[in-house]
């Protein structure tokens, strides 16, 4: 589920749909019932809220991605850099790496 809603997280700007259905399809294969009895959210919220006319407010979001016990992580967008190390010359200066 994790890897899953990742992948939807990573479809970019517009992508709320797409996350929205991701946590529709977790949700059910979890049992709506248990999710709504983890989340503190009613069973019919949850289908309304996550149906595909719903438009969750974040923190609904953030009680349903935590009562699927997945974590949401967050990382700079962009190119990743390199972790440079700097070496030692022979004179004992440091060089770029």
């Not at 700007?13 to 946590?23: C, F, K, M, T």
């Not at 503190?40 to 719903?54: D, F, Q, V």
Request: hydrophobic share 40%.
């Amino acid at each position: 589920m994790a890897l899953y809603l990742d992948a939807c997280l990573d479809e970019g700007p517009g992508a709320s749909n797409v996350v929205r259905a991701a946590l529709m399809d977790s949700a059910r294969a979890r049992g709506m019932s248990q999710l709504a009895c983890d989340s503190g959210i009613t069973r019919e919220g949850l289908y309304k809220t996550l149906s595909a006319s719903g438009n969750p407010e974040f923190s609904t979001g953030l009680e349903v991605i935590k009562a699927l016990k997945i974590k949401l992580h967050t990382a700079p967008v962009g190119k990743e850099k390199s972790r440079k190390v700097a070496r030692k010359k022979s004179s004992g200066e440091l060089a770029p790496a």
